[in-house]
């Protein structure tokens, strides 16, 4: 059974940071590329970073510069940190692999004042 659980949101001011973890059982991580996704209250979920199984992060043009992506294959884990984050940030992360079926609960990152 693939379970998947990201962890490591919360409130934060505008400009703080956050670092976001994604921890996979069930499945090996290396073998895929990972995406961080987000959605948004009344949006549709999108792409904000992924990773290639060699390492190679592409972000989306919103949060170039200030989001990093990684992963930890002996972990079986992928981050994500966040910094100067803005209030359009806020919204529900999530991880997935490979563009598979499997999502986890994601997790909640609010920034606010």
């Known amino acids: 059974q693939v379970q998947l659980v990201e962890s490591g949101g919360g409130l934060v001011q505008p400009g703080g940071s956050l670092r976001l973890s994604c921890a996979g059982s069930?499945?090996?991580?290396?073998?895929?590329?990972m995406g961080w996704y987000r959605q948004a209250p009344g949006k549709q979920r999108e792409l904000v970073a992924a990773?290639?199984?060699?390492?190679?992060?592409n972000y989306a043009d919103s949060v170039k510069g200030r989001f990093t992506i990684s992963r930890d294959n002996a972990k079986n884990t992928v981050y994500l940190q966040m910094n100067s984050l803005k209030p359009e940030d806020t919204a529900v992360y999530y991880c997935n692999p490979g563009l598979t079926k499997y999502w986890g609960q994601g997790t909640q990152v609010t920034v606010s004042s």
């Open positions: 069930g499945i090996i991580f290396s073998i895929y590329a």
């Open positions: 990773i290639t199984t060699d390492g190679s992060p």
